[in-house]
């Protein structure tokens, strides 16, 4: 898959997912813009992408606020041109319906779901002028299942894939296509983190969601980054409006 010459923005870009993807695009000949919140993260990352001769800048912004929000929107609307934009970046809060406070709920909804929806419309304004471009809204396999102990997390995750839907319609005339990949469980910190809070070590957690899953591992960050490269590439070029699970089988298995 060739993505020479085009420009590719990757939210939550400094790790995990969203590192990979930046990577592959790069490899793949894009310019990628990465976004995160933190500086040094953010520096690693784009000296790494840069010693493999990658052209890639960094963004600082934390999307938990909208001045982080604004930030990302104002990069898109600075680029000479918009190809892809990946909306990666996600927050998790363990905590049931029951224990959500105020505040883990509007900051899942602002970084999961309301920083998805002002980003691609950023980015639609750009790629509908030119009748020209990809939306990737990472959603998840919680966007699709529920799951107890993770409740503002679920509901946000599954306004993502509505979100992609309902856009996808409305970006469709323009020649502008818009996904949702729900991944399963993929082993980026933000996995290592959740297992800690469950109170178990890494290779107890590992073991424990593996033993579950029908393909008996959890995934590789790289193993999403391709398939997020293929819904973006020509390739995938009739594929808009639907939800594209990467989840070992877990949505299939019922309850």
Known sequence: MDFADQTVVVTGG???????????????????????????????????????????RFVQADLAGTNGVDRV???IEGLDRLDVLVNNAGTLHRAGALETTDVQWLETMQVNLNAVFFLGQAAARR???????VIVNVSSDLGLVAAAGTASYCVSKAGVVQLSRAMALDLAEFGVRVVALCPGDVLTEMLRSSIRQRGM????????????MPLKRVAEAGEMARVILFLASERAAFVTG???????????TGP
């Open 14 to 56: 400094t790790s995990g997912i969203g590192a990979a993807t930046a990577l592959a695009f790069t490899d793949a000949g894009a310019s990628v813009v990465i976004t995160g919140r933190n500086a040094e993260a953010g520096s690693k990352a784009v000296d790494a992408a840069r010693a493999r001769g990658a052209k890639v």
């Open 73 to 75: 929107i104002e990069a």
């Open 127 to 133: 790629m509908t002028a030119r009748r020209h471009g």
């Open 201 to 212: 070590t890494e290779a107890e957690g590992l073991a424990l969601l593996s033993e579950r």
């Open 242 to 252: 639907t939800e594209f699970s990467v989840d070992g089988g877990t949505s299939a």
